[in-house]
């Protein structure tokens, strides 16, 4: 059984502009999907966990002729809970893609989270099944595999209480060399890599590693 994560990045001139909101609006810092359904006759719909101006979002996407409906809950101060129909044939792309995703032998571990222009979607299944996800995506869609290997129940444990943005750090970290001994990379070479501040990429490691700590000895 194989595990892999994949950075999707579908083409800015040819993706809906729902797709362009919720993954790249200046005023939404990121949406995880939660949970869907598709349905042949009806279309789809999301359960997406939104972090940003979500009043200014909900406006946004209704006023997008494949929305059939839109509700939101504001939960805490800067973050929202939207429940989206789509209409069924109304974005051809989203519908290839959900369709390579959604094969026998393979399942996509939610969340599934949408930010600065790019889908963060994990897969477990059949080396097989993994795969022919990544070789149906469509053509407008970039893919970066950024880790791929065997699938361990007790790892994703692990890593489940990481933002994406934390596990991007430490899978930079490691591959810089941070972690070795002697220490091969700085604070300064991880943030290049991230794109942002030396203190940015600090904070990101030091509650990665915390969290990683404190599931490893069972800890809040």
Not at 7 to 30: H, K, T
Not at 108 to 137: E, I, M, N, S
Not at 192 to 203: D, F, I, N, R, V
């Amino acid at each position: 059984m194989k595990y892999a994560r994949l950075v999707v990045r579908p083409d800015p001139a040819v993706a809906p502009r729902l797709f362009r909101l919720v993954a790249d609006a200046d005023y939404v810092a990121e949406t995880r999907l939660l949970a869907w359904n598709v349905a042949a006759a009806s279309g789809v719909t999301g359960l997406a966990d939104v972090r940003g101006d979500g009043a200014r979002l909900a406006a946004a996407i209704r006023e997008e002729p494949p929305v059939a409906s839109v509700a939101r809950t504001q939960v805490a101060p800067g973050r929202h809970v939207f429940l989206i129909e789509v209409g069924a044939g109304a974005i051809a792309l989203l519908e290839r893609i959900l369709g390579s995703l959604t094969r026998e032998q393979l399942t996509v571990v939610k969340p599934v989270v949408y930010r600065d222009g790019r889908v963060h979607v994990r897969l477990v299944g059949t080396a097989a099944a993994v795969q022919g996800a990544v070789d149906g995506l469509p053509a407008p869609v970039g893919v970066d595999v950024r880790a791929v290997g065997d699938y361990h129940p007790d790892a994703g444990l692990a890593r489940e209480g990481l933002s994406e943005r934390q596990r991007e750090a430490l899978e930079a970290a490691l591959s810089l060399g941070y972690y070795e001994r002697p220490r091969a990379a700085t604070h300064a070479d991880v943030a290049e890599q991230l794109g942002c501040a030396p203190s940015t990429a600090s904070e990101h490691l030091q509650r990665a590693e915390a969290k990683l700590v404190r599931g490893a000895l069972g800890g809040p």
